[in-house]
């Protein structure tokens, strides 16, 4: 066998491979005469079939199969032999395939980079902590009473975050227009889900109100004849429903599990909460600091084919949501790579820093990290041990956890030659998503 390699252009390599004719041949002959014992062709005897008859039946077909075969395997060798690593498949070139001459065929493919780490000493990291103020915990408990909430109808006059139920008809220069009336719509003042100047024009009224208000389609409305329109609504408040907060009481802390202890009980297993999300948060937005710092000291080019790959599970897992719905449609279209791509490339490149740094320090995943890590997702099911058991059990879960506990590995492993940095912040600015992904 015969090969040659070629750089042309940056992680792109061009493998020309030669093999010899008869590498083909005998494995071309050696195959017809394996089917002569099997093939059924009328007029012949199971068994007996002549090997002439055997090739010029199935001669073409077997040597394409030989031909496939052996350009597989002679690819895995070549490659093997310049010691290059391909990121993704190979681009097939056939140049000689003519039967009787040696086979010659041309691979294109990219390489993984030279990963070279540098700047880990150097990486300049800001450590956030937050305190539970009493406001926190306050707040958290207003958010809670939120989620509770109930709605009941009201004489006085409406209010922002009242829900009302309308009727209206909007008219343009008098005349009505398609998708402008509507009976007994249910709206939120101050939700914004109606164009501007709508929903203010209705605070204000009671039930059994009538008017008129005056609203301005915008720019980029989605139908383009009412664009920058200014429409007059006739509307008519119905029923005004203001939001009623439920009592602190045992009624309601029982729908967070709380039967004993009151709100003093109640407000401990809040903080409790709060005190979790916080080092959550906590631990997302250190790991995302050290991650940027180490792509930031180490630019890679990265392979175009690994990052389609990445784009494409970013793609599929968006498309998970929409389950059934997403069966028939044009997914490419509708998620284009360019709505992935940057997500995708940041991901690539730290999947391969990330490796590196594992082999470089000889990491493995932590076996008690692997277990706490295990038990913290497990501590939110009602039969912790049952989860911790059906992880152990499912080799797919666990190489994902044992991922995760590598990830953290590494992280510390960066903190430790950072130069690292201790600040407070409030508890809202603590608990906000790290915005890299």
Known sequence: ???????????????????????????????????????????????????????????????????????????????QQE????????????????????????????????????????????????????VDLDKMIESLRKGQVTWNPVKRKSKKGDKVVIDFVGKIDGETFEGGSAEGHNLT????????????????????????VSATFPDDYQAEALRGKEAAFDITVNEVQGEKLPALN?????????????????????????????????????KD?????????????????????????????????????????DLKALLPDDMFKAQAERRTALALLISELVKEKELKADKDLVRSLIEETASTYEDPEQVVNYYYSNEQLLTSVEAAALEEQVVSVLLEQSKVNDEKVSYEEIVKPAESA
């Open 189 to 212: 003042l101050g939700s914004d889900s109606m164009i501007p100047g709508f929903e203010k024009g209705i605070i204000g009224m009671k039930a059994g109100e009538s008017g008129v």
């Open 250 to 286: 045992d009624e309601f802390f029982a729908k967070f599990g709380i039967e004993d202890g009151g709100e003093e009980k109640f407000r401990a297993d809040v903080k409790e909460n709060m005190e979790r999300e916080k080092q959550r948060a906590i631990k997302a937005k250190l």
């Open 83 to 134: 010691s290059v690593r391909p990121a993704g498949q190979p681009n097939i070139e056939p140049k000689q395939m003519e039967e009787g001459k040696d086979i010659e065929y041309i691979a294109t493919f990219e390489v993984y980079p030279e990963v070279e780490l540098k700047g880990l000493d150097e990486l300049d990291i800001t450590r956030y902590d937050a305190d539970i103020e009493d």
């Open 289 to 329: 600091q050290v991650m940027s710092a180490l792509l930031e000291a180490n630019p890679i080019e990265l392979p175009a084919a690994l990052v389609d790959s990445e784009i494409n599970a970013l793609r599929q897992q968006m498309v998970q949501q929409y389950g059934q719905a997403a069966a028939n449609l």
């Open 1 to 79: 066998m015969q090969v040659s390699i070629e750089t042309t252009s940056g992680l792109e390599r061009r493998l020309t491979v030669g093999i010899p004719a008869d590498i083909v041949d005998q494995e071309v002959d050696k195959r017809l005469k394996d089917a002569t014992k099997s093939v059924r062709i009328n007029g012949f005897r199971k068994g007996k079939v002549p090997l002439k008859v055997v090739k010029q039946r199935y001669g073409a077909g077997i040597r394409q199969e030989v031909v496939g075969d052996t350009i597989q395997r002679t690819f895995y060798d070549a490659i």
